[in-house]
């Protein structure tokens, strides 16, 4: 294990993170999963012997954290409630007929970036997440038993994820997205 001994050598540190999404201060956000996805695959059976192929690519949901504040540009509760009224959402009413469609969906999320940094501050590596929308939000519960900060859980679905990663000079190297 003499690799742990270079000092050049530094693992990715999952608290040094920025997640960029529409409308959140990034100081707020308290964790957020990284992409990942599901290869499908498809069986053949053949006498006594089962073959499996490759199928679709399947990306899994994303869950972030929030901490929610009384504040009126940083209320974690009116921003996730504005993203899904610019999705299309209206209350019912005798003269709204507005739906959620994933353009408007989308286009309330706008781009969203999780960024891996290092100690020095400088992003090493960029996810972009692709046509996200709000699957579903849960704004935390209230107890008089519990001191806690009161938090805000959102799952996007999104189509797919790209990843860069950033060469040392703070250049992109190449684009690996999907």
Do not use: C
Request: charged share 20%.
């Amino acid at each position: 294990m003499a690799f742990w001994n270079d000092s050049q050598l530094e693992p990715k540190r999952s608290y040094r993170f920025l997640l960029r999404i529409n409308g959140f201060q990034p100081y707020l956000i308290k964790s957020v999963k990284k992409p990942s996805f599901t290869i499908g695959e498809t069986p053949h059976q053949y006498l006594n012997h089962t073959f499996y192929y490759p199928g679709r690519v399947t990306w899994n949901t994303i869950e972030f954290t929030i901490v929610d504040t009384v504040g009126d540009s940083d209320n974690g509760t009116r921003q996730v409630m504005g993203l899904l009224e610019n999705s299309g959402y209206k209350l019912p009413s005798a003269t709204s007929y507005d739906t959620i469609s994933k353009k408007k969906a989308t286009e309330a999320m706008r781009q969203i970036e999780i960024q891996t940094i290092d100690a020095d501050g400088d992003v090493k590596e960029k996810w972009f997440i692709k046509n996200a929308w709000i699957q579903s939000a849960t704004f935390g519960d209230l107890s008089y038993e519990a001191e806690t900060m009161l938090n805000i859980s959102v799952t996007l679905r999104y189509d797919n994820a790209g990843v860069e990663f950033m060469e040392p000079q703070g250049k992109l190297p190449s684009n690996l997205s999907v």
